[in-house]
């Protein structure tokens, strides 16, 4: 099991999910606090556009519908651009090819593993930690 060490290299770090709210959510919510990470959920689009700026996250999770609207989003205003995604998808091909192509930088797929989870997450946050660092 992970934990807060090893995230070591963001101490302080925010991580925002976005689904329809299902107990799905509130384990990964919980996967990721007891792992020593802050984590606040949103069930829509609307509510985690309006917070997730004075928020400041360091990675967003996100639902497909809801990845759909992001997305859309981000080619209107570009300071989404600033938020990296990770995506939960369907465990077929074409769903994972859709969020690869609309902007995900990775794919969570359903249902999602604890331990997968963390390992994406660590592995970005380590990975943007260094370019901001370069």
């Given at each position: 099991m992970m934990n807060a060490s090893d995230f070591k290299f963001a101490p302080n770090i925010l991580v925002l999910?976005?689904?329809?709210?299902?107990?799905?959510?509130?384990?990964?919510?919980?996967?990721?606090?007891?792992?020593?990470?802050?984590?606040?959920?949103?069930?829509?689009?609307?509510?985690?556009?309006e917070h997730w700026r004075a928020l400041n996250p360091a990675i967003a999770i996100v639902d497909a519908p809801i990845a759909d609207e992001f997305f859309r989003c981000r080619k209107e205003d570009?300071?989404?651009c600033d938020l990296p995604v990770i995506e939960f998808v369907q465990p077929d091909a074409e769903s994972?090819?859709?969020?690869f192509a609309a902007g995900a930088m990775d794919c969570i797929v359903k249902p999602v593993i604890s331990e997968e989870l963390l390992g994406c997450l660590r592995t970005h946050l380590a990975s943007r930690s260094a370019l901001s660092h370069a």
């Open positions: 999910i976005a689904t329809d709210g299902n107990s799905e959510t509130l384990s990964m919510a919980a996967s990721i606090r007891k792992a020593g990470l802050s984590c606040v959920c949103f069930s829509n689009f609307h509510t985690m556009a570009e300071s989404f994972r090819t859709k969020a």
